[in-house]
């Protein structure tokens, strides 16, 4: 059965940066990098338990595949929810990495 997700409110942000760049580089590239995202998000709902943690053991990360970009996340088993914390690029600090749902 599959997991639904949300987003925490800044996520919309981090998605919009990130396309604005890509589309800045290429056209039609951050609708790639949101096409990518999605199947990652796919991925998740799917499966959650697959992607491992890093550093901080309550949030697990899901790289995307063509683009430097983290899916970082915490599983909420008994409700069968995904809390979606930042797509964050793996480029840049990890500040902000670990939102607080």
Sequence with gaps: MSYTYLLHE????DLD????WYED?????GDD???EVQVRLADITANPQYF????????????TDRFP????YIIYL??????????HN?????????RIP
């Design 25 to 29: 580089k290429k056209v039609g590239l």
């Design 90 to 98: 793996a480029k840049k600090s990890t500040r902000g990495k670990y």
């Design 17 to 20: 940066e990130a396309y604005d």
């Design 69 to 72: 970009y983290i899916i970082v």
């Design 10 to 13: 800044k996520v919309k942000l």
């Design 52 to 63: 491992g943690s890093k550093g901080n053991r309550k949030y697990r990360e899901a790289a």
């Design 78 to 87: 008994e409700r069968k929810e995904i809390f979606i914390c930042t797509v």
């Design 33 to 35: 990098f949101l096409k």
